[in-house]
């Protein structure tokens, strides 16, 4: 994870909120790229990211919580975090999408809300963050 972080930070990526699911495992890797970037305060975590949270109230807490942050990394577990995307994309939770432990994705969207929201703009394996050019 710390070779994925760099790689992150390499390409020039910056957030305002790092929000991680309370999970011991999640939270290591939240606090990886906290570290990497220089911005444990940045980091939170929240129960609606837990491999059985509710994504709806996830939306709600991003909108209310924290509306100030624009740029939001989101550490959590898989399929949770595909089906997040794929309602976030497509309006459903059947899209079908790969994302791997230690991948990245970028969703752009001018307002969030639980339904298609968002453009996907690029999806990363860790091989791609790590590869060396």
């Given at each position: 994870m710390w070779r994925i972080a760099a790689g992150m930070k390499q390409m020039g990526l910056s957030f305002d909120l790092i929000l991680s699911s309370p999970y011991v495992r999640a939270m290591r890797t939240a606090e990886i790229v906290a570290k990497t970037f220089k911005a444990t305060k940045l980091l939170k975590d929240s129960a609606d990211l837990e491999a059985d949270g509710d994504p709806a109230l996830l939306i709600e807490s991003l909108n209310g919580l924290f509306k100030s942050a624009k740029k939001i990394v989101i550490v959590g577990h898989e399929p949770y975090l595909s089906r997040l995307i794929s309602m976030l994309v497509a309006g459903h939770a059947r899209m079908s999408l790969t994302l791997k432990k230690g991948g990245l994705c970028q969703l752009m969207a001018d307002s969030l809300?639980?339904?298609?929201?968002?453009?996907?703009?690029?999806?990363?394996?860790?091989?791609q963050m790590t590869a060396r050019g």
């Open positions: 809300r639980y339904g298609r929201c968002a453009t996907l703009e690029w999806l990363l394996t860790p091989r």
